[in-house]
């Protein structure tokens, strides 16, 4: 969406850039799940140009590992809603490995790492997560803020699709 078509009133800022983990792929098809909607929502925002959506090949990896079926909806998510895929690199690498040794994430949990590095070397505003073990989390979003100050990066806000996504008593 250009500021030419935006409707009146809207605000010209660009659109945030947000990374979606794993997880929100995932719940966009888990129905019976209680984030089920705000996770639709959320892609319904990114279609209607509210966001500029990205993702990473290490959710791309992760998804891999689904039932094919499934592997093959959730992948095609990134496609229909044009979502930009971030390719592995060095520095989120070594960013996440930082991340390890602040004990912020476990090493058994390299990935969720991975994810919170490589939106943050992307210079990314925010992530959006239903990992509330590793991610979504207190600890991990204010050590998080600290490293990445620390190393030269810029603060990443970690969110829930639920603290995101426009509810009608917001408006």
Request: net charge negative.
């Amino acid at each position: 969406m250009t500021a030419g078509n935006r409707e009146q009133g809207e605000s010209s800022m660009p659109a945030p850039k947000m990374y979606l983990e794993t997880t929100i792929f995932n719940y966009y098809f888990e129905k019976e799940r209680e984030a089920h909607t705000d996770t639709v929502k959320l892609f319904e925002e990114i279609k209607a140009g509210k966001y500029e959506p990205y993702t990473s090949e290490y959710v791309t990896n992760e998804l891999a590992k689904a039932q094919r079926e499934k592997q093959k909806l959730m992948l095609e998510l990134i496609d229909k809603y044009n979502v930009t895929l971030i390719k592995a690199s060095a520095d989120a690498e070594i960013l996440a490995n930082v991340y390890i040794q602040e004990k912020i994430i476990p090493i058994k949990y390299t990935t969720d790492a991975l994810h919170i590095a490589a939106a943050s070397v992307r210079s990314l505003d925010f992530i959006v997560s239903l990992n509330f073990r590793h991610i979504v989390k207190r600890k991990t979003i204010l050590m998080t803020e600290v490293v990445n100050v620390r190393e030269g990066y810029k603060k990443i806000g970690i969110f829930s699709p639920m603290e995101v996504v426009e509810h009608e008593e917001d408006a």
